[in-house]
C-alpha cells in the first residue's frame, strides 16, 4: 500500500481536523476514515464485527483497539480507498499506530499532520457550539439557528451537546493529552509530523497543509 497517499490528521476536539479531512478527501480523491463514522456504520450493516461493537457499546464499555484496527483494516479494502486514505482521529495511541503501520506496510503512512489550537481556545470554540439532533448540522451560539433552537437545514432541534461545557471539554483535554500527544513524538521519531497552527480561517489552514504536501512532494 505504500504507493498510496494515507495520511493521519490528529487535532484536539474543536480544532478542525475532520472538516480538514473532508476537504483533503475531495482534493484528491481519498477515503475519509474516521472511527466514529466506522463504529456507526458497523453497528447499521449488522455484520459480524458490528454486532460485536453494538454488544460492547449496549454494555456502556468502550471499543478495545483491536476491534477499531480491524474495522479499520476492513474500510481500507472499500473501493473509495484505493487511492488512499485521510485518517480522522485515528490512531488515538501508540498501540494503534504500531497497528496500522503493521497494517500499511513501509511507507503506508506518508505524513501525520497536527493541527495545533490551544486549551483555551478548544473550550472557547466547543462551548459556543451548538448541534442539530437530526442532521448534525453545527452553529455557533449567536447564529439564528442556535438562538431559535430550530434547524435551518432539516427543522430539526438545535441544541448544546452534554460533552460540550467547559468542565466536560476539560476532562475530554486531559485524555486527548494522555493518550494522543504521545503519537506526536511517535510520527515525529519517522519524521513524519508536521504542525498547523489550527487558530486561522478554515481556508488559510487548508492552504498551509496543501504547501507541506506540495513541500514533501506527496502531490
Given at each position: 500500500m505504500s504507493g498510496q497517499l494515507n495520511l493521519v490528521v490528529l487535532g484536539k476536539q474543536g480544532a478542525g481536523k475532520g472538516t480538514q479531512s473532508q476537504l483533503l478527501c475531495e482534493r484528491y480523491g481519498l477515503a475519509h476514515i474516521s472511527t466514529g463514522d466506522i463504529l456507526r456504520a458497523a453497528v447499521q450493516a449488522g455484520t459480524t464485527l458490528g454486532n460485536e461493537v453494538k454488544s460492547v457499546l449496549d454494555a456502556g464499555q468502550l471499543v478495545s483497539d483491536n476491534l477499531v484496527n480491524k474495522l479499520v483494516e476492513d474500510r481500507f479494502k472499500e473501493p473509495d480507498a484505493v487511492k488512499g486514505a485521510v485518517l480522522d482521529g485515528f490512531p488515538r495511541n501508540t498501540g494503534q499506530a504500531q497497528a496500522l503501520g503493521r497494517l500499511l506496510g513501509e511507507g503506508g503512512i506518508r505524513l501525520c499532520i497536527y493541527i495545533d489550537l490551544a486549551n483555551?481556545?478548544?473550550?472557547?470554540?466547543?462551548?459556543?457550539?451548538?448541534?442539530?439532533?437530526?442532521?448534525?448540522?453545527?452553529?455557533?451560539?449567536?447564529?439564528?439557528?442556535?438562538?431559535?433552537?430550530?434547524?435551518?437545514?432539516?427543522?430539526?432541534?438545535?441544541?448544546?451537546?452534554?460533552?460540550?461545557?467547559?468542565?466536560?471539554?476539560?476532562?475530554?483535554?486531559?485524555?486527548?493529552?494522555?493518550?494522543?500527544?504521545?503519537?506526536?513524538?511517535?510520527?515525529?521519531?519517522?519524521?513524519?509530523?508536521?504542525?498547523?497552527?489550527?487558530?486561522?480561517?478554515?481556508?488559510?489552514?487548508?492552504?498551509?497543509?496543501?504547501?507541506?504536501l506540495h513541500s514533501r512532494g506527496l502531490v
Open positions: 483555551e481556545l478548544v473550550i472557547q470554540r466547543l462551548s459556543s457550539r451548538r448541534v442539530c439532533q437530526e442532521c448534525g448540522m453545527t452553529y455557533k451560539d449567536t447564529d439564528p439557528a442556535a438562538i431559535s433552537g430550530t434547524c435551518e437545514v432539516c427543522g430539526g432541534d438545535v441544541v448544546q451537546r452534554s460533552d460540550d461545557t467547559p468542565d466536560v471539554i476539560a476532562k475530554r483535554l486531559e485524555t486527548f493529552e494522555r493518550d494522543t500527544f504521545p503519537l506526536l513524538s511517535f510520527y515525529e521519531s519517522r519524521d513524519l509530523l508536521v504542525k498547523v497552527n489550527g487558530d486561522q480561517p478554515v481556508e488559510t489552514v487548508s492552504a498551509a497543509i496543501d504547501e507541506l
